[in-house]
């Protein structure tokens, strides 16, 4: 009887490498996980990285991510881990890092000794440089400018590629490089990202640069489907040839999903077993691959609440904007990933309950008991009958992002006539008790707010309203009730609201189902098609919530430029 095959996902994070193998049917089978700072701990990193705080950069040592490659797959051979089986592997890396290859790569790449670990082969000889930089480094903000003075400005370069221009990205990462380190950029051969260099190491070869992952760069003109060549010249100083010479060290774009890349690197098959006709499928960015972990339909919005608070969605519609983040869509042509991020995410509620807490003295063993009650028992917009003002809060204990704003607590009150007015401690508001549902309100009314051109009506999934279809909530504070219901209101999914609970591999676990579907779809069959016929909710999604209220959901709609207006304010420092 023949052995089932299996497929491999892979998660090259901050802190961690985990491996995760699924069956055909998507059942999880194996998952082992290496920690840098306590696997790998002569690398001498914090939280895998090292910092320079004087330059404000974060950086990661590359032989660190090798070695942890080889000592995971160790240790599963060590649990007698059949990688025979193994017939497909995809995976993620996190986004935005680059790798910088030698010109000796390939070549090395392409005759490993299988008596002889990944790292002692590979680290330093194959790379220009050995350190990679991380979406945590802050230290381009003079390179971030020169992008946006290069397009026309921050819209544009979103209209181009999908974002404004920032830190973490990798076109200012590069072209700081190429300003701080001339001789050792022309010494590099090839650009990797870092989902692509993990790729590399299974491939045997430098992989192509993933469709999706690409859009994390601000060097991708995602309408026509080609690199920039304006900042591509911007990246490398408009040097003579240096746009073509960048090119070729970027290398191709794979832009067809789900793509064969070839065998696994006979180093694999004779160290640790692996069938020789294992195929290596696209290695994506860690967040496309989350967005893949469960069967995400367009006009779903995943919910992740945690310290910050994010919002990720699969749309067909290309609507960029400065204020977030638009990528290709990493298994299906004509659609895109919606990505939203906020840094006052769990701080701002959590400052809101301790108020909460303290004005009641209470010492309940549940810290949101009196919380939840409050928001739950306050009426929407804190109306208690028509004639009633809307109260509308905005809430950043640390400096926020979208919108760009500084730290600060406003109040607002919106009459009948559409005024809207500041409003001092005690004037109108029952401090704190107000906060609880005006803290839950304020998230949701700006994610709805930005999501709002994305919700492409449709008679068939909303009734012509743009509304999401479910909402996903996962991150430590789905598990509150309260948090869920008033979001799932303010964002009105048509069929609820659902707590997602799918570990916390899930990175790891969309780059498995990414392998399997590359492998064994049927022609013509869609990741979501593929995914939906297989994907059991059974122990993974428990709807808590049911979203839509008629009239609740449309008395939000009615404040949302009273909203827009207040940040205004925020942003002008006015009243």
Known sequence: ????????????????????????????????????????SHYNIKKGVHTNDTENEVYAPVAMWIEALDLILTRMQGKAFDFSRIKGISGAGQQHGSVYWSSKAEEILGSLDTNKSLVEQLSPT???????????????????????????????????????AHHRFTGPQILRFHRRLPKVYEKTARISLVSSFLCSLFLGRIAPLDISDVCGMNL????????????????????????????????????????????????????????????????????????????????????????STTLLMSTPTYFPSP??????HPTTKGLYMFMLCYCNGSLAREKVRDDIN???GTSSADPWEAFNKTALSTPPLGKKSASDPAKLGIYFPIPEIVPNARAGLWRYEKSTDGTLVEVSAGKGWNIPFDDARAILESQA????????????????????????RRVYVVGGASRNQAIAEVIGEVLGGVEGVYRLDIGSNACALG?????????????????????GARWKEEGKINKIAGGYKAGVWEAYGDVLETFREAEKRIIGGGK
């Open 358 to 360: 303290k004005a009641l």
């Open 511 to 531: 780059a498995a189902y990414y392998a399997t579907w590359a492998l064994e779809k049927k022609k013509g069959e869609g990741f979501e098609d593929f995914v």
């Open 445 to 468: 009314l700006s994610m709805r707010m930005r999501s709002l051109p994305l919700l492409t009506p449709n008679p068939m999934v909303n009734g012509n309203k743009e509304q999401p």
């Open 126 to 164: 194959a790379f220009s440089h050995p350190w990679s930089p991380n979406w945590q480094d802050h230290s381009t903000q003079a390179e971030c400018d020169t992008f946006e003075e290069a397009i026309g400005g921050g819209d544009a370069l979103a209209r181009l590629t999908g974002s404004k």
């Open 1 to 40: 009887m023949a052995v089932a095959p299996l497929y491999m996902g892979f998660d090259l994070s901050t802190q961690q490498l985990k491996a995760l193998v699924c069956s055909i049917d998507l059942e999880l089978q194996h998952e082992e996980i290496i920690t840098f700072d306590t696997d790998l």
């Open 220 to 307: 991708w003109d995602i309408g026509n489907g080609v690199w920039d060549e304006t900042l591509l010249s911007t990246t490398t100083e408009g040097e003579k040839g240096g746009a073509e010479g960048l090119k070729k060290r970027l290398g191709s774009v794979e832009i067809e999903h789900g793509k064969h890349l070839g065998r696994i690197s006979s180093w694999f098959v004779k160290r640790f077993g692996f069938n020789p006709g294992c195929t290596i499928t696209p290695f994506t960015g860690d967040n496309p691959s989350t967005i893949l972990a469960l069967p995400l339909r367009p006009l779903d919005v995943i919910v992740s609440l945690g310290t």
């Open 323 to 328: 204020s977030y983040h638009m990528f290709n």
